[in-house]
């Protein structure tokens, strides 16, 4: 018997869009008013031949995804991952049936909970218990069904209090809480799940990560999984399914494909100088141990070369350097000028250079992305460009012994001895 639950052939769709005004020129007001009667009128002429109606001057096919074939088996947990507009939230609405593909087929086999956006299935005038029902309903399960589920909803929502209030009473951040919880809960074989939980506080958002575990690895069910959050991708799945621009890039382990994905995603391999017009500043240069060729070795110094034009003297500044990488969230290394042995930064007019020297750099190998801040307390300004320079830390063997400066034995090498 086929453990495979999903399967897409040749899929595709396509959406009809239009453009106003494609030359940019300016438009009077007799215009305007011809061209909305002429607008209405085709409007009209549209719905009476039963073709979709589209606002625009000129009409434009356009395929959110174009030719995917794929097959998830069951128990699967899938990251879903790509660039804004690469198709993935087009993906999860036909998996949940919402929307029909314009091209091809897709087979589901078992019952589909889906948390797509803020009250996605919900009934704004029901009350938070009578949407538990609904969707459970919908789901096709019995009233019986859903009351054995009941109080495991309502405890993990957070929301008892609200119950019997209409869900359009409801802020979003208690509109996922139920929404996620009521998905999670309920007899589906397959859990789809979007970027939504991006809405809901620190600790719910913890809280959902775990259950959307426990569903995949405890109870066995299908899971589509779509974030930014590369971290709680690879933490929660074990395949991935990497989009661009609607077609199928990559599909396999999930650490091979977001390790691919970062090779390719839009952050400089070299840095592009910048101005900060607020204070007349031109980052004219960053460079990363320049007389070694930009090469960065674990365990030795790294040194960061900054040049700053100035328009006019600047006292008291505070320069800062953030450090991130592929496979860990937030900040990794931070300093400020300001901040390290309080030294402020005088700008003279014309051309500054400013370096930081880490003694040790002690990091893993893998890629970095360097972040640059100035800071002006006097003023109340903070201006911060992420990932301005991207590079790579080569693989090495860690002082005279055999530990490699891989991932896997941390991001942090500390000296240390042992006493036995």
């Known amino acids: 018997m086929s453990d495979v639950v999903i399967k897409a052939e040749g899929l595709g769709k396509s959406y009809i869009i239009g453009h106003n005004n494609p030359k940019g020129q300016y438009i009077t007001l007799r215009e305007v008013a011809t061209k909305n009667i002429k607008g209405a009128l085709k409007k009209t002429g549209d719905l009476v031949r039963g073709n979709a109606m589209v606002a625009g001057d ?9 030719n995917l074939d794929f097959e998830i088996n069951r128990g699967e947990a899938v990251g879903i991952i790509g660039r804004n507009g690469a198709g993935k939230s087009t993906l999860l609405k036909i998996l949940s049936r919402i929307t029909e593909p314009s091209v091809g087929r897709v087979t ?24 538990i029902f609904l969707n459970g309903a919908i789901l096709g399960m019995s009233r019986a069904e859903i009351r054995l589920k009941f109080d495991e909803i309502v405890e993990f929502s957070g929301v008892g209090k609200f119950l019997d209030t209409p869900v359009k009473r409801y802020s979003s951040g208690m509109y996922v ?33 775990g259950k959307i575990g426990e569903v995949s690895k405890g109870e066995g069910k299908t899971v589509f999984f779509v974030s930014h959050n590369l971290t709680a991708v690879k933490q929660l799945c074990n395949s991935a399914i990497f989009l661009e621009n609607g077609t199928l890039k990559m599909q396999g382990n999930v650490d091979d494909i977001i390790y691919k994905y970062k090779n390719q995603i839009d952050s400089p391999e070299e840095f592009t100088p910048f101005h900060v017009k607020e204070i007349d500043v031109t980052v004219s240069k960053i460079a990363i141990n320049e007389a070694n060729g930009g090469k960065v070795i674990p365990n030795k110094p790294l040194k960061i070369d900054i040049e700053l034009d100035a328009e006019h003297d600047i006292d008291k500044i505070g320069i800062e350097l953030l450090l991130t990488n592929e496979d860990t969230e937030g900040v990794l290394f931070a300093t400020n000028t ?16 400013i370096s930081c020297i880490i003694h040790n750099f002690n990091l893993c190998s893998g890629k970095y992305w360097l972040g640059f801040g100035i800071d002006i307390p006097m003023v109340q300004f903070y201006y911060y460009q992420k990932e ?16 490699p400066t891989l991932p896997a034995y941390g991001h942090v090498y500390l000296e240390h001895d042992w006493v036995i």
Do not use: Y
Request: aromatic share 6%; glycine share 8%.
């Open 177 to 209: 809480r139920l929404a996620f919880a009521v998905a999670a809960h309920l007899e589906s074989e397959i859990l789809i799940v979007d970027e939504v939980l991006a809405v809901g506080d620190a600790e719910f958002q913890k809280k959902c990560l």
């Open 58 to 66: 000129v009409m434009e096919e356009f395929w959110a995804l174009k």
């Open 338 to 353: 300001k901040t390290r042995k309080n030294m402020d930064v005088v700008i003279k007019k014309g051309k500054n250079k």
């Open 388 to 403: 301005q320079l991207k590079f790579d830390v080569a693989e090495a063997l860690i002082e005279q012994g055999t530990l």
């Open 108 to 131: 589901v086999k078992g019952r589909v909970a889906s948390l797509l956006e803020v009250g996605t299935g919900f009934h704004p005038e029901l009350s938070g218990r009578d949407n």
